[in-house]
């Protein structure tokens, strides 16, 4: 009998949070009760460290895919995704811990609701406070505002991407524009007709951009509070890997990548030409400041 989930997990020298995120799982009720209810499948990255040893020892009879150089997230997902047996896909990072239920949960929601077919998870920091979860898509004024740091001035901080979101408290469930790739169900048949992740996202934004597609076909992508996954976030993961530098780098190459993906080159080029435009203000105003304190002083 095929399993009801696949559990994708890449890896990339994280020995550690991989041993504990695949210990989450086996000890999850529905795994440890049932274990043809889950197939686990780790996709390493060529890692240096014992990864692959040690996420043996941490679930016996997990699928190690060992990919033999960093392939990126998204490549890597997909690769898995070719093996995987389940009709649902649960794509989780190195550095979560599913709490107990959150698997059986999110099957039984996607079984249930045909016209859903992608859901996230509700992560919570290690504290237990919970984490941003899913998100808007941006306009051009809030691409904008995102990229200039504007969107956290008090005049425009309501019309920044992800407002509304940061004041729900993420107890109910409700249809997004994305959910975060930390932790997300996908319908395995939908992943495959939309050819699964672009590989051109070697990291971040290959859920962003699948989201956008899923939404392109008319299917819905959905918040499930009762699926809870607690997160280290970038200092765990990411950032421990490439530097806080190296994270930005890969971060604003994927975001264009989307923008221009998505809106075309002259939605980007224009807000490119406004993200420089507006040093042009600053020096405006400088020289404002500079003009008003000279007739001060010459008084």
């Given at each position: 009998?095929?399993?009801?989930?696949?559990?994708?997990?890449?890896?990339?020298?994280?020995?550690?949070?991989?041993?504990?995120?695949?210990?989450?799982?086996?000890?999850?009720?529905?795994?440890?009760?049932?274990?043809?209810?889950?197939?686990?499948?780790?996709?390493?990255?060529?890692?240096?460290?014992?990864?692959?040893?040690?996420?043996?020892?941490?679930?016996?009879?997990?699928?190690?895919?060992?990919?033999?150089?960093?392939?990126?997230?998204?490549?890597?997902?997909?690769?898995?995704?070719?093996?995987?047996?389940?009709?649902?896909?649960?794509?989780?990072?190195?550095?979560?811990?599913?709490?107990?239920?959150?698997?059986?949960?999110?099957?039984?929601?996607?079984?249930?609701?045909?016209?859903?077919?992608?859901?996230?998870?509700?992560?919570?920091?290690?504290?237990?406070?919970?984490?941003?979860s899913c998100g808007e898509f941006d306009t051009w004024w809030q691409a904008f505002l995102r990229s200039s740091a504007w969107g956290e001035l008090p005049w425009f901080r309501k019309q920044a991407?992800?407002?509304?979101?940061?004041?729900?408290?993420?107890?109910?469930?409700?249809?997004?524009?994305?959910?975060?790739?930390?932790?997300?169900?996908?319908?395995?048949?939908?992943?495959?007709?939309?050819?699964?992740?672009?590989?051109?996202?070697?990291?971040?934004?290959?859920?962003?951009?699948?989201?956008?597609?899923?939404?392109?076909?008319?299917?819905?992508?959905?918040?499930?509070?009762?699926?809870?996954?607690?997160?280290?976030?970038?200092?765990?993961?990411?950032?421990?890997?490439?530097?806080?530098?190296?994270?930005?780098?890969?971060?604003?190459?994927?975001?264009?990548?989307?923008?221009?993906?998505?809106?075309?080159?002259?939605?980007?080029?224009?807000?490119?030409?406004?993200?420089?435009?507006?040093?042009?203000?600053?020096?405006?105003?400088?020289?404002?400041?500079?003009?008003?304190?000279?007739?001060?002083?010459?008084?």
């Amino acid at each position: 009998m095929a399993p009801r989930i696949s559990v994708i997990i890449v890896s990339y020298n994280a020995a550690d949070q991989l041993a504990a995120a695949l210990d989450s799982l086996a000890q999850a009720p529905e795994v440890a009760n049932d274990p043809g209810f889950a197939q686990v499948i780790v996709s390493d990255n060529g890692s240096r460290d014992d990864s692959v040893a040690r996420a043996a020892r941490a679930f016996p009879g997990c699928c190690i895919l060992e990919n033999g150089a960093n392939l990126g997230f998204a490549r890597a997902c997909n690769v898995a995704a070719r093996v995987a047996q389940a009709p649902v896909l649960f794509f989780l990072n190195p550095d979560a811990r599913v709490h107990p239920g959150t698997l059986r949960n999110g099957v039984e929601y996607l079984e249930t609701h045909p016209d859903v077919a992608m859901a996230g998870a509700k992560l919570l920091n290690e504290d237990g406070t919970v984490a941003p979860s899913c998100g808007e898509f941006d306009t051009w004024w809030q691409a904008f505002l995102r990229s200039s740091a504007w969107g956290e001035l008090p005049w425009f901080r309501k019309q920044a991407n992800g407002y509304a979101l940061r004041q729900w408290d993420y107890a109910s469930e409700r249809d997004v524009d994305i959910v975060v790739g930390a932790a997300m169900f996908i319908r395995a048949s939908v992943f495959a007709e939309l050819g699964g992740f672009d590989e051109r996202f070697f990291l971040y934004h290959e859920e962003i951009d699948f989201a956008r597609r899923v939404h392109n076909r008319g299917l819905r992508v959905v918040f499930l509070p009762q699926c809870v996954v607690t997160h280290l976030g970038e200092a765990g993961g990411s950032k421990k890997t490439w530097g806080a530098r190296g994270v930005l780098a890969w971060r604003q190459r994927s975001r264009r990548l989307y923008w221009v993906k998505h809106h075309g080159r002259l939605w980007y080029w224009s807000l490119s030409a406004a993200l420089a435009g507006r040093y042009l203000v600053y020096l405006g105003l400088a020289a404002l400041l500079v003009a008003a304190a000279r007739r001060v002083i010459l008084r």
